[in-house]
């Protein structure tokens, strides 16, 4: 069992940043991989970013170049630094973490982006 606890959500105007912090029980670095999934009103949770344990990232072309995923093993962390936000950044934003026999979800922080 893993929980993993987000933080750092709000309500921001067009253009400010936000950085979202992912808590974990367990120790990160034994994990495949840890990442960002998104999920507006009326639409399908979505892929945002991604890192794996060998520090590899991968981000949804949407929020390539403004959006950075981030790790801290030591504090068994996973960031989400967000900057240039748009109206369409708006959405739950959910941490996810893939281990070897199952994934495990946070329960998500919202994020809005309004001016």
């Known amino acids: 069992q893993v929980d993993l606890v987000e933080s750092g959500g709000g309500l921001v105007q067009p253009g400010g940043s936000l950085r979202l912090s992912c808590a974990a029980s367990?120790?990160?670095?034994?994990?495949?991989?840890m990442g960002w999934y998104r999920q507006a009103p009326g639409k399908e949770r979505e892929l945002v970013a991604v890192i794996t344990n060998g520090g590899v990232t991968n981000y949804a072309t949407s929020v390539k170049g403004r959006f950075t995923i981030s790790r801290d093993n030591t504090k068994d962390t996973v960031y989400l630094q967000m900057n240039s936000l748009k109206p369409e950044d708006t959405a739950v934003y959910y941490c996810n973490a893939d281990l070897p026999v199952n994934t495990y979800w946070g329960q998500g922080t919202q994020v809005t982006v309004s001016s």
């Open positions: 367990r120790r990160i670095f034994t994990f495949n991989s």
